[in-house]
């Protein structure tokens, strides 16, 4: 980001950006909130392996008998911590000499948001990438009967033996337009408690949290993903970290936010994508 001169960077304090920026950041982010979060701050290396063990089945316990080991067929999946973002700008003395405390909230509110937006879109281009990897996990969905494809995918979901909890859907802008005509979508037993809505959330279908996330697409793109949280796993290995350096060369204050993480999708088997 350019520099920011009395003209373009008026009324600015930078002081207090951290908390902010943070808030911001948590307050846009959609996709990371619904899948596997694993926190590996403050640890080293850059891949870290993810067990995915097998759907195995209880075994009866016999009285005065050993337990039935489960046999270990988890398959081990690398997630790299390989993404390294930030979103940085330059105050010069003048500018934050004449600066205002209510002015300050546009910056962090732009830092915050161009992260958690980087977070989600990487994570929508994992899910994007699944149908990819099983082939059946892509629905057709008719622009007239989204009820119907979310049926279908429902149903995949449950032959592939995907656990019922915690399964969500992101939505495009105009998918969520076309949900809105949908009967099911906009009855109230449907929709749910009527509660203001956070972090993208539109409402309730058949038991999930409709999502909306311009991250999936825009313009007249019809697109949905209905998966299931253990998908997809995000680690991350900084979270927002805020930082302030006086640069005397150019009397200014140089300030910077980034983030530093992976992700990958560990259960493609639960991911249906929807696309009309």
């Given at each position: ?29 959609v996709?990371?909130n619904?899948?596997r979060?694993?926190n ?24 005065n ?8 067929t ?5 997630i790299?911590?390989n ?14 000499l ?18 958690a937006?980087?977070?989600d879109?990487a ?7 699944a ?19 979310l ?29 809105m ?10 929709i ?25 697409g825009?313009g ?19 979270s927002?970290r ?19 993480y ?5 259960r ?9």
């Amino acid at each position: 980001m350019a520099n920011m001169t009395v003209t373009t960077a008026a009324k600015f304090i930078p002081k207090l950006w951290s908390d902010e920026v943070i808030a911001t950041y948590k307050g846009n982010l959609v996709a990371a909130n619904l899948v596997r979060n694993l926190n590996h701050t403050g640890k080293k290396g850059d891949t870290i392996h993810i067990p995915t063990p097998g759907r195995n089945a209880a075994s009866a316990k016999v009285a005065n008998t050993a337990v039935t080991l489960v046999v270990d067929t988890a398959v081990h999946t690398d997630i790299v911590i390989n993404k390294h973002f930030e979103w940085s700008t330059q105050i010069e003395d003048i500018a934050e000499l004449q600066a205002l405390n209510s002015m300050r909230r546009f910056y962090t509110d732009d830092a915050g948001y161009a992260l958690a937006k980087n977070i989600d879109s990487a994570l929508i281009t994992d899910l994007d990438g699944a149908a990819a990897l099983t082939g059946g996990n892509a629905v057709i969905a008719s622009v007239t009967n989204w009820d119907a494809s979310l049926l279908i995918a429902i149903e995949n979901l449950n032959d592939g033996d995907v656990p019922v909890n915690d399964r969500a859907i992101i939505v495009t802008p105009s998918c969520m337009t076309a949900l809105m005509s949908t009967a099911r979508f906009t009855e109230q037993a449907f929709i749910g408690d009527g509660k203001a809505i956070k972090n993208g959330k539109i409402g309730m279908i058949y038991g999930m949290e409709v999502y909306m996330s311009t991250q999936v697409g825009t313009g007249n793109t019809e697109k949905a993903f209905m998966f299931q949280k253990d998908a997809l796993v995000l680690a991350t290995q900084q979270s927002v970290r805020t930082q302030t350096q006086y640069v005397q060369s150019q009397l200014a204050d140089l300030f910077t936010a980034d983030t530093v993480y992976g992700s990958k999708v560990v259960r493609a088997g639960s991911i249906q994508e929807l696309t009309s």
